[in-house]
């Protein structure tokens, strides 16, 4: 069959979105003037770009009743880390692609030459690809951050696919690396590589790849100053998990959360410390967030909530100010803004409180940001008490929704973060009172106490508080 003549589209480099003609602003994601023009080359028959599984592989697609398709869980590979099987689901599933993106200087290359080395003493050959460090760049970082024998661990400085995929045919790896897709370029487009075309047709490429000879495929993406992946984002939706890695370079905390995970959960994050002989994982991350925690200090308040299949323990620290000129301003980090908005709107409404003059800031210890609204009540009682002036003891933990009532809404896990915090040693337990009713069991040496509105979570506070002065 005679291929078609190659045609021009233009394409939204925010979202990969195609049109016929140039558009002013994408009826997709709505961007401005985002479009670029493109030539397309129309794919033949045996086109090794397309899309094919290893049980597909060589044999023409037709669609199969759902009943005769055989069903199981993929085989995964330990990948050394704990923390990355975490958050991976279990391990890398055969046959994925995981995309893993970062602030420069972050840590990606660390992790992911430390799980390279790992797979690569466990199961056998591992392809690292990099577009942006020459051989020796690699061997050094690699010499400074793993151990053990790293014969198998093979590397190939190259931006063109098209050597890639002849290195991947000889070497027949069982974990491939590339690093990074914005500089990996085919000489099938025309455009540049990191272009909308560039990324899609790379993309494919290193999806037949994965599928058709079953084996996971890292690949390292950019990010902008904001936080978003650089370039197009159409890689996102090619690959099945993305995987973020935070962090602020100034400290040694580093998070990595999954934004998509095709074989697992979104919910669970990994913890590690950036230490000269690489990352080291952080056993006990809820023990690190409270490490500051004294009772010294007036808008501290000790939180907790339940992240994938673990409790996690963090401070919440809060400051009030004179607005000196306009509005008040109110900063968020760690926590929505708009949902802040919320907390000061019920604190002035139900508790009395008057902010309008405040500026306020509030902050998530560590640099993380905790999904869920269990923290809502540590935050407006952090923002009362530096308000009002009240040191409130360190042993006290509050968890709990705050709803446009006043009323406190039954947070979930409540029995988890409750041993938790009983196992890290705090005395007192602020929770909504339905979540009390719920608990099976109480644990032993530490105090819960149930209330139903902010008010009367500000005034057991503030009973708590006067309690431990007089000690």
Same mark, same amino acid.
């Given at each position: 069959?005679?291929?078609?003549?190659? $045609?021009t589209?233009f394409?939204?480099q925010?979202?990969?979105?195609?049109? =016929?003609?140039?558009?002013?602003?994408?009826?997709?994601?709505?961007a401005?003037?985002?479009?670029?023009?493109?030539?397309?080359?129309?794919?033949?028959?045996?086109d090794?770009r397309?899309?094919?599984s290893?049980?597909? =592989?060589?044999?023409?697609s037709?669609?199969?009743?759902?009943?005769?398709?055989?069903?199981?869980?993929?085989? +995964?590979?330990?990948?050394?880390? &704990?923390?990355?099987? @975490?958050?991976?689901?279990?391990?890398?599933?055969?046959? #994925?692609?995981?995309?893993?993106s970062?602030?420069?200087?972050?840590?990606?290359s660390?992790?992911?030459?430390? =799980?390279a080395?790992?797979i690569?003493?466990?199961?056998?050959?591992?392809l690292?690809?990099?577009?942006?460090e020459?051989?020796?760049q690699i061997?050094?970082?690699a010499? @400074?951050?793993?151990?053990?024998?790293?014969?198998? !661990?093979f590397?190939?400085?190259?931006?063109?696919?098209?050597?890639?995929?002849?290195?991947?045919?000889?070497?027949?790896p069982?974990?491939?690396?590339?690093?990074?897709?914005?500089?990996m370029?085919?000489?099938?487009i025309?455009?540049?590589?990191?272009s909308?075309?560039?990324? @899609?047709?790379?993309?494919?490429?290193?999806?037949?790849i994965?599928?058709g000879?079953?084996?996971?495929?890292?690949?390292?993406?950019?990010?902008?100053? #904001?936080?978003?992946?650089?370039?197009?984002?159409?890689? %996102?939706h090619m690959?099945?998990?993305? !995987?973020?890695?935070?962090?602020?370079?100034?400290?040694?905390?580093?998070?990595?959360r999954?934004?998509?995970?095709?074989?697992?959960?979104?919910?669970?994050?990994?913890?590690?410390?950036?230490?000269?002989e690489?990352?080291?994982e952080?056993?006990? !991350?809820?023990?690190?967030?409270?490490?500051?925690?004294?009772?010294?200090?007036e808008?501290?308040?000790?939180?907790?909530v339940?992240?994938?299949t673990?409790?996690?323990?963090?401070?919440?620290?809060?400051?009030? &100010?004179p607005? #000196?000129?306009?509005f008040?301003r109110?900063?968020?980090?760690?926590?929505?803004?708009?949902?802040?908005?919320?907390?000061?709107?019920?604190?002035?409404?139900?508790?009395?409180?008057?902010?309008?003059?405040?500026?306020?800031y509030v902050?998530?210890?560590g640099?993380?940001h905790?999904?869920g609204?269990?923290?809502? !009540?540590?935050?407006?009682?952090?923002?009362?008490s530096?308000?009002k002036?009240?040191?409130?003891? &360190?042993g006290?933990l &509050?968890?709990?929704?705050?709803?446009?009532?006043?009323?406190l809404?039954?947070?979930?896990s409540? %029995?988890k973060?409750?041993?938790?915090a009983?196992?890290?040693?705090? $005395?007192?337990?602020?929770l909504?009172?339905r979540?009390?009713e719920?608990?099976?069991?109480?644990?032993?040496?530490?105090?819960?106490?149930?209330? +139903?509105?902010?008010?009367e979570?500000?005034?057991?506070a503030s009973?708590? #508080?006067?309690k431990?002065?007089?000690?």
């Amino acid at each position: 069959m005679a291929s078609k003549k190659n $045609k021009t589209v233009f394409v939204c480099q925010n979202c990969g979105y195609e049109s =016929a003609k140039w558009l002013g602003q994408c009826s997709v994601c709505g961007a401005w003037n985002s479009f670029v023009e493109e030539k397309v080359v129309e794919s033949q028959e045996g086109d090794a770009r397309r899309r094919t599984s290893s049980s597909s =592989a060589g044999h023409k697609s037709r669609p199969v009743s759902i009943d005769q398709v055989k069903s199981g869980q993929k085989g +995964r590979l330990d990948t050394g880390i &704990a923390e990355l099987n @975490r958050v991976l689901g279990g391990g890398l599933v055969q046959g #994925s692609l995981t995309l893993v993106s970062g602030e420069p200087g972050i840590g990606k290359s660390t992790i992911i030459i430390q =799980a390279a080395s790992a797979i690569a003493q466990r199961y056998g050959k591992v392809l690292y690809v990099s577009g942006e460090e020459s051989e020796e760049q690699i061997k050094m970082r690699a010499d @400074r951050v793993c151990r053990g024998d790293l014969s198998s !661990l093979f590397l190939l400085s190259q931006t063109n696919m098209d050597e890639v995929m002849a290195a991947v045919q000889e070497v027949q790896p069982v974990f491939l690396i590339i690093d990074s897709i914005q500089t990996m370029y085919t000489d099938d487009i025309e455009s540049a590589p990191g272009s909308v075309s560039q990324v @899609r047709a790379c993309g494919n490429l290193l999806m037949n790849i994965g599928k058709g000879m079953n084996i996971p495929v890292f690949i390292v993406a950019h990010v902008t100053k #904001s936080g978003e992946l650089a370039g197009p984002r159409i890689v %996102e939706h090619m690959v099945d998990a993305v !995987l973020s890695f935070n962090g602020e370079r100034s400290q040694d905390l580093r998070i990595l959360r999954a934004v998509k995970n095709r074989f697992g959960t979104t919910s669970e994050i990994g913890a590690f410390e950036m230490r000269e002989e690489g990352l080291v994982e952080i056993e006990n !991350l809820s023990q690190s967030f409270l490490e500051g925690l004294s009772d010294e200090s007036e808008g501290s308040v000790a939180t907790a909530v339940y992240e994938g299949t673990r409790p996690l323990l963090l401070e919440i620290q809060a400051l009030t &100010a004179p607005t #000196s000129v306009g509005f008040a301003r109110r900063t968020a980090i760690g926590i929505d803004s708009q949902r802040l908005g919320m907390i000061i709107a019920v604190l002035e409404r139900k508790a009395h409180m008057t902010l309008i003059n405040r500026d306020i800031y509030v902050n998530v210890v560590g640099g993380l940001h905790p999904e869920g609204t269990s923290t809502d !009540l540590a935050a407006a009682l952090a923002i009362w008490s530096d308000e009002k002036g009240v040191k409130l003891p &360190a042993g006290m933990l &509050a968890i709990g929704e705050i709803g446009l009532t006043g009323d406190l809404r039954p947070v979930q896990s409540a %029995e988890k973060l409750v041993k938790e915090a009983a196992r890290l040693g705090f $005395k007192t337990v602020l929770l909504p009172s339905r979540s009390l009713e719920k608990l099976p069991s109480r644990p032993d040496g530490i105090k819960l106490v149930g209330v +139903r509105t902010l008010l009367e979570a500000i005034t057991a506070a503030s009973q708590i #508080s006067q309690k431990q002065q007089l000690k």
